[in-house]
């Protein structure tokens, strides 16, 4: 595959053919312009060359002042060297003055029928001709043929020079305002090189260094604006893969070395057969820890690449509320914790997902709650197109600085965080964030007189692909 032109030598192309171009258009103009300046030349002088001699004709009332036509005529060529005249009467030449071979031409009568004068050539000379019949003075006399031939081999050669001049200096300009074109464009990109030279210094070491905005043009302002907005999102991407790679090395580290360390006591000594069992129960439960997070990385993973389709079914929101409600009384009751429910409203949505979502926002309610206080799950279904859920329960707030960094992967504000026997491993908020999007909504947090609410704030209606989605308020 050719590698395609270089703006600068695009720009040039196009700025020396546009020229180019205007120039031809331009010179045709001229060339046309200066032909129809001489041919009307020739018209007026062929024009009064035949009224001159039709006047002639027509004072010439006997034959003695006829045989005086000849020496009058001589006077009508006067000043036009080459010029032919030609008159002729029932087959009698009146007069003849000029080269034989243009008055044989003449006396064919070939430009008799003509409107306007006709171009003749002979040889290397030029003739532009106009005939007519007039009338003589004598009476009875037939009228006379009037031909005259004027030469404009000068005139035409001069036309020539002038236009071999015209599309000499046409095609030079055209090359001097290529190259010129070319220095002028590649002096006005400079700038843009200069951006180019500082993109290509950029690394992952470098992304903190915004490009200069100081010295850029007008026109590329936005181009480096745009591409520091992009650099400090792949910044805070990089930061946030950095530190959510170490936190899951950390997460990975904690149980498999529980299951090497469990397994490594075992095999050291003899146990009895029921301290093999234990200790294959609690290798049992590490496994489960890693393949629970294993498996919520990959939801995770197929979410953020769209790989997740989401199955709509008509959903009645207060039912399912209630079976997730019943599914975590004896949790609930465990621990001294009344669960509530109002509301009710029905949407169209992925059964599984949003019971997954609600579970994980219900888990950390029932968690962080104090015993003998409530969680309630409240169902609003005041806006025509959208649906909000609301988890609130009870317990410390969640300091401000934090309450976008839950919602990220392995993030815990708690210090259970750094406890690897946790089954808080972080996960949750993510995944019911992520199911959120999924539908095409939000989940968000508020923390009001000692209560802390996530709202699960979802579409009715599946959003048409592509639609834009509608500013949800934080």
Request: glycine letters at 8%.
């Amino acid at each position: 595959m050719s590698r395609p032109l270089s703006i600068t030598a695009r720009i040039s192309l196009l700025f020396a053919l546009s020229t180019t171009v205007i120039l031809l258009v331009t010179g045709f103009l001229f060339e046309r312009a200066g032909n129809d300046r001489f041919l009307d030349n020739d018209r007026k002088e062929l024009t009064g060359k035949l009224d001159l001699v039709r006047d002639l004709l027509g004072s010439a009332r006997t034959a003695q002042q006829l045989e005086t036509l000849p020496q009058r005529l001589k006077d009508v060529a006067v000043g036009h060297p080459g010029m032919a005249i030609l008159i002729k009467s029932d087959d009698a030449v009146l007069y003849a003055g000029g080269d034989r071979p243009v008055l044989e031409h003449l006396a064919s009568g070939k430009e008799l029928d003509a409107a306007q004068p006709t171009t003749w050539r002979l040889g290397e000379r030029i003739f532009r001709i106009a005939a007519g019949r007039f009338e003589l003075g004598i009476p009875g006399q037939k009228p006379a043929m009037v031909a005259i031939a004027l030469d404009i081999s000068e005139d035409q050669a001069f036309l020539r020079e002038f236009e071999e001049f015209l599309w000499f200096g046409i095609v030079q300009t055209g090359l001097a305002v290529g190259w010129l074109g070319w220095v002028v464009v590649r002096h006005g990109l400079a700038p843009l090189r200069g951006v180019s030279t500082q993109i290509s210094t950029m690394s992952a070491q470098a992304l903190d260094r915004p490009l200069v905005t100081k010295q850029v043009p007008s026109e590329l302002e936005g181009l480096v604006t745009a591409f520091n907005a992009m650099r400090e999102r792949l910044l805070d991407s990089f930061l946030r893969l950095t530190e959510f790679s170490d936190d899951l090395a950390h997460e990975l580290r904690t149980p498999i070395n529980n299951l090497l360390l469990q397994t490594q006591v075992t095999l050291d000594g003899e146990a009895s057969l029921e301290h093999y069992r234990a200790a294959l129960q609690a290798n049992e439960e590490e496994c489960q820890r890693l393949s629970r997070m294993i498996s919520d990385m990959l939801f995770l993973a197929k979410a953020d690449n769209r790989l997740v389709h989401p199955k709509r079914e008509p959903l009645i929101l207060g039912q399912e509320v209630s079976a997730l409600l019943d599914f975590y009384e004896p949790l609930a009751s465990e621990g001294g914790i009344q669960l509530e429910q109002s509301g009710s409203a029905t949407l169209s949505g992925d059964r599984l997902m949003l019971r997954r979502a609600l579970s994980n926002l219900l888990s950390n309610a029932i968690r962080y709650t104090a015993p003998g206080l409530s969680v309630c799950v409240c169902i609003d279904a005041s806006e025509p197109d959208w649906v909000s859920l609301s988890v609130t329960n009870p317990g410390p707030e969640i300091p401000v600085d934090q309450r976008e960094r839950i919602f990220e992967r392995l993030y815990r504000g708690d210090p259970s965080r750094q406890d690897g026997r946790s089954d808080n491993v972080g996960l949750g908020l993510a995944i019911s964030r992520s199911i959120a999007k999924l539908h095409g909504g939000d989940i968000l947090v508020s923390c009001l007189d000692g209560e802390n609410t996530f709202t699960l704030r979802l579409p009715r209606e599946a959003p048409s692909e592509g639609a834009a989605q509608p500013e949800i308020s934080k």
